[in-house]
């Protein structure tokens, strides 16, 4: 199946912090990524839709501000949470779909804590 | 709004016995997905159904897929620990190439 690389797998950084986080495509080119964030025995929430070459579409509740999305090329997309804090703590995971597919291949998760 | 719900949140099951976990989307599906989450892993795709009607199975998880298409099963014989994770479905939205998740049915095994 196709592969969906994220990095970094885990991350610590303090309060008022930026992290931030990639998603690659290693063997398709995706024109759009998601984002997804899971609480703790919660379900996936989608944050946004990465769009290469133009801006993201974020979900209703989800600060733009906060969370950036950059989808600079066909294979990769970045998210970073600007400005941290501890209730930014969470499992986030990016997943894209191949042009030849409809199902979704999914990052690794990267576990942010925010201390 | 399109809506995908799932049942139940958790199920116990001892190791041996069965396991069912169900998706009803509040709109017709073209196809429904199901993944597995392992504890601490990412979601991996198991099978889509397109059919109405539609049954498949792989070893002992069978998937079904309404003659409606808005509702689907995924059912587990014989539970063994490798079985033990969150089993999420997933539809696409209408409007684009998002998918619409359930909420999930984490599947335990008693000790």
């Known amino acids: 199946g196709a592969v969906v690389s994220q990095h970094p797998s885990w991350v610590i950084c303090k309060s008022g912090t930026s992290v931030k986080i990639e998603c690659r495509s290693l063997?398709?080119?995706?024109?759009?990524m998601f984002w997804y964030r899971q609480f703790p025995k919660q379900s996936l929430m989608l944050m946004a839709t990465s769009n290469e070459g133009s801006k993201a579409t974020y979900e209703q509740g989800v600060e733009k501000d906060k969370f950036l999305i950059n989808h600079a090329s066909l294979t990769l997309s970045t998210l970073t949470v600007t400005s941290a804090h501890p209730e930014d703590s969470s499992f986030y995971i990016c997943?894209?779909?191949?042009?030849?597919?409809?199902?979704?291949?999914f990052g690794q998760g990267t576990r942010l804590t925010v201390v | 709004g399109q809506q995908v719900m799932q049942i139940p949140q958790y199920q116990h099951v001892q190791e041996g016995e069965d396991f069912t976990t169900y998706c009803n989307s509040s709109?017709?599906?073209?196809?429904i997905q199901w993944y597995k989450q392992r504890p601490g892993g990412h979601p991996v795709f198991l099978i889509q159904?397109?059919?109405s009607g539609e049954v498949k199975k792989q070893k002992r998880l069978t998937f079904q897929f309404g003659e409606a298409k808005k509702n689907s099963s995924l059912h587990i014989t014989a539970t063994q620990t490798t079985d033990v994770g969150t089993y999420f479905c997933?539809?696409?939205?209408?409007?684009?190439?998002?998918?619409?998740w359930g909420a999930g049915t984490k599947l335990i095994i008693k000790p």
């Open positions: 063997d398709f080119q995706a024109t759009t």
């Open positions: 997943s894209a779909i191949p042009p030849t597919n409809t199902e979704a291949f």
């Open positions: 997933a539809g696409p939205r209408d409007s684009n190439y998002q998918l619409i």
């Open positions: 709109t017709t599906l073209s196809n």
């Open positions: 159904l397109v059919k």
